[in-house]
């Protein structure tokens, strides 16, 4: 026994030692494996991604994973290969980075999740001008911004701007002449209304249109928003996410919220559709790319980003993802404006697809709300504090839970409950009764000396 | 040798259904910053409306599928052998295709400019009422309450028949003093097996319900979405502790002898 546990121990200080060795030359050994990777062409670059949202080669569209690949190759002379994969929602993308092991290079999170993940310091922080040439090519909008202020860890991919959406054959002009949020609250349209499910957008529709700061830390405010959806809600068809598609393109809805890019997409299918952005002041997003704090591979992921802002990609992906492009290679390239031409939308004074994406800035459509709450930013959202991030989920739902109930459910319910235990009760009755019967029987048979 | 051969399983029921539960627990019991506290459990008085409208549009689900499921399930047990074949080929036929997409495709049809309005040329609004929730639970988990009771007829010796019609009764009293309560088992697994899913569902209640009511299914998702994990866990202990206090009731009334798959 003794021996054994000598042995182990001998053991058990050898792997320490082998261990330690291992983590003292941490760098060449790094390098060493970089090398043996090299050769071996399986060098990978992970990049986390939206889903549907690049160019991946359908539709004869560019395959801009694959060009990166190429163009890598005959750069450096070695193969890296994109190991792509897609979430559906920042958070999901933040709860996979936070919680688990898993190594990403790259990652495209939307601005208020930037601001957050800087905040927790789980961004690599870089010299984005200096390391990144095609960064010159982004719109000076975009550099500098609230998340970002000193450009040290992101750098954007694409933005879009959120507006009202209708349906001309159904809504009157003269309703929408003001350009108003107030469209959403106009009983005439009751029923055929619908709003966001999400609480974040729903919200700000509300403080949008009365002037509230969307990202206030009052509760007053919050209550105030709140009481104008309680409003909203008798007249509304419902509250969705993505069946706003169909709803639109069917003519099931009249109005509806939502993001100009898709907008542009339902256009498409039902050409009575139309778009304003509201002048009361809109959200738009920003989705930047960025490098992990534990990215394995973060010069070629610099490498990718820029490759992504280069002519050729940033066209095909523009054109793949339909939203507005804050690269001005893509912006201004001829080409480009021809295919976002070719969109069958046609506004007033015969606006086109292009001059709806790109004529108005998101700083000129919320020159005013901006000006009103006092801070250039002011109407985008910043990343809540928990505290408020509780308090908003409890007043949604309050709002879900406003008139949700209807008499003939309870009436029903009463009645299947109340005959389910009548006939519990009638049935342990008839048992019990029985089992007397026969009880009864048998002792009476019993009594007269009959065999039972 | 059979300790060997349950070790997998025993292995699988632990990862995945012992210590996930275990976790739910720890959640349901901790603030976000990792403390004790009972603060999740009695935060959930606020939910109480949605736990009852939950239960009610589940508990009237159930009730319907019963009353279309039990007729049916008779009928496929007293057809001939070939005919039953198709009859619970046709009942699973649907269920080949995704539950979420029967679900959007229902609302395709339903809805304001959906199908149904167009080809009839009217305007009835029904998806984004509490009927059209109660219609997907009905149309989505009716199967699950037709099968065990099938099953359950199938199983009584066919002699019952002709010793109940033997001993004087009419199709009438065959039926509800020797085949209703010979299937109770059936039903009663049929019950679990509808009403627990409707409780819980979430994507039913979202698409058909047009977003304007939330049932508990839904208030979890967006728990865990948001990241508010501990009341989320929460509720969803609850949840399980509610259904195994109703599953136990339901269970006295099958006799416990003959519970089929539950608890």
Request: hydrophobic share 40%.
């Amino acid at each position: 026994m003794k021996r054994l546990l000598l042995l182990l121990s001998v053991l058990a200080a050898l792997i320490l030692t082998l261990g330690s060795c291992g983590n003292a030359d941490d760098e060449p050994l790094d390098t060493d494996a970089q090398t043996q990777q090299i050769q071996n062409g399986t060098v990978t670059l992970n990049v986390y991604n939206w889903g549907e949202y690049i160019s991946d080669g359908s539709f004869d569209s560019l395959n801009t994973n694959k060009a990166f690949e190429e163009y890598f190759y005959e750069k450096y002379g070695y193969k890296v290969t994109v190991n792509y994969t897609t979430y559906a929602t920042n958070e999901d993308m933040y709860s996979k980075l936070k919680n688990s092991s898993v190594v990403y290079d790259i990652v495209i999170p939307s601005d208020y999740m930037i601001q957050k993940m800087i905040e927790e310091d789980m961004l690599l922080s870089f010299d984005v001008e200096k390391d990144i040439p095609n960064y010159t090519y982004i719109d000076s909008e975009f550099k500098n911004t609230y998340y970002d202020p000193n450009n040290a860890y992101s750098v954007p991919y694409t933005y879009c701007m959120m507006g009202v959406i209708y349906n001309t054959a159904l809504v009157d002009e003269a309703d929408v002449k003001d350009k108003s949020w107030g469209l959403l609250w106009n009983e005439k349209y009751k029923g055929n209304i619908l709003q966001f499910n999400n609480p974040r957008d729903a919200f700000a529709t509300a403080m949008y249109w009365k002037g509230l700061d969307v990202n206030s830390t009052e509760n007053e405010d919050w209550d105030k928003a709140l009481e104008l959806l309680v409003e909203q809600k008798p007249i509304l068809q419902g509250y969705v996410n993505d069946e706003i598609f169909n709803k639109m393109t069917s003519e099931s809805a009249a109005i509806a919220p939502y993001f100009v890019g898709d907008f542009l997409i339902m256009a498409e299918e039902e050409e009575n559709l139309a778009f304003y952005y509201p002048t009361e002041g809109v959200n738009y997003f920003v989705d930047a790319m960025c490098i992990p704090k534990n990215a394995a591979q973060p010069e070629i992921a610099k490498e990718y980003i820029n490759f992504m802002l280069s002519e050729e990609a940033a066209i095909a992906n523009a054109i793949y993802i339909g939203y507005a492009s804050p690269n001005t290679l893509v912006s201004q390239n001829e080409e480009y404006i021809a295919v976002m031409n070719e969109y069958s939308y046609e506004g007033e004074d015969g606006e086109t697809a292009y001059e709806l994406l790109y004529n108005r800035k998101p700083s000129e459509v919320n020159a005013k709300y901006n000006a009103l709450i006092g801070n250039d930013n002011a109407s985008c959202y910043q990343s809540f504090n928990p505290d408020i991030q509780s308090r908003v989920n409890t007043l949604w739902e309050n709002l879900k839970i406003a008139d949700s109930t209807e008499p003939w459910i309870h009436v029903t319910c009463v009645v299947i409950v109340g005959s389910v235990i009548a006939l519990a009760i009638y049935s342990t009755y008839i048992k019990k009764k029985r089992s007397r019967d026969y009880r009864l029987r048998d002792r009476a048979k019993k009594q007269r000396g009959c065999r039972i | 040798m059979n300790s060997i051969a349950a070790a997998p399983h025993v292995f699988w029921a632990i990862l995945f259904i012992v210590l996930p539960l275990f976790i739910v627990v720890y959640y349901a019991f901790v603030d976000s910053s990792g403390n004790f506290s009972f603060e999740n459990i009695t935060a959930l008085k606020d939910y109480a409306p949605i736990f009852g409208l939950s239960v009610e549009l589940s508990v009237i689900a159930t009730a319907v599928c019963l009353i279309i499921g039990y007729p049916l399930a008779y009928i496929m047990a007293r057809a001939k052998p070939k005919n039953q074949k198709l009859f619970v080929m046709l009942l699973m036929l649907p269920m080949w295709t995704n539950l979420l997409i029967r679900t959007y495709s229902i609302m395709a049809i339903l809805d304001d400019g959906g199908f149904l309005n167009t080809l009839l040329n009217t305007s009835f609004h029904i998806v984004g009422t509490k009927g059209a929730v109660i219609f997907g639970m009905v149309y989505d988990f009716l199967p699950y309450m037709v099968l065990p009771i099938y099953t359950c007829i199938s199983k009584i010796d066919k002699h019952m028949w002709e010793a109940a019609q033997d001993l004087g009764c009419n199709t009438v009293t065959t039926l509800t003093k020797v085949i209703l309560p010979l299937s109770m088992s059936g039903i009663i697994s049929g019950v679990t097996m509808v009403l627990v899913p409707s409780i819980s569902t979430f994507y039913i209640s979202q698409k058909l319900g047009g977003g304007t009511f939330e049932l508990i299914g839904d208030t979890i998702e967006r728990q865990f979405v948001t990241g508010a994990l501990n009341v989320g866990a929460a509720i969803s202990l609850v949840m399980m502790i509610l259904i195994l206090i109703s599953l136990t009731v339901m269970n006295r009334f099958g006799n416990g002898d003959e519970g089929g798959i539950i608890v």
